[in-house]
Nanobody, 119 residues
Framework: QVQLVESGGGLVESGGSLRLSCVASGSLYIIRTMGWYLQAPGKEREEVAFIPNGGSAKYDESVKGRFTISRVTAKNAVYLQMNSLKPEDTTVYYC?????????????WGRGTQVTVSS
């Protein structure tokens, strides 16, 4: 199993910045991709950005130019630098890790961190 712990959410004014962090722990599974998702109340979880091992980051159009995802593979950590935040960015953000082990593949999720942007 892989456990993911997010941190860095909070309250910020419109135009401000936040940096989300997620650290994975556990054994056996090898993490292939890490990413960030958001989920608004009553809606499905949506991809914000992800970055595979040794690959290029991908972003949803709504955050391109404002958010930057980065990884420290040796620490099994992923970060999301969120700049120029807007009130519509307010929601819960989740960290996800796609990992494999002995032919098995699995998505692991963190518990989420709340981001609130005031106008």
């Amino acid at each position: 199993q892989v456990q993911l712990v997010e941190s860095g959410g909070g309250l910020v004014e419109s135009g401000g910045s936040l940096r989300l962090s997620c650290v994975a722990s556990g054994s056996l599974y090898i993490i292939r991709t890490m990413g960030w998702y958001l989920q608004a109340p009553g809606k499905e979880r949506e991809e914000v950005a992800f970055i595979p091992n040794g690959g290029s980051a991908k972003y949803d159009e709504s955050v391109k130019g404002r958010f930057t995802i980065s990884r420290v593979t040796a620490k099994n950590a992923v970060y999301l630098q969120m700049n120029s935040l807007k009130p519509e960015d307010t929601t819960v953000y989740y960290c996800k890790a796609y990992a494999t082990y002995d032919g098995d593949e699995h998505d692991f999720w963190g518990r989420g961190t709340q981001v609130t942007v005031s106008s």
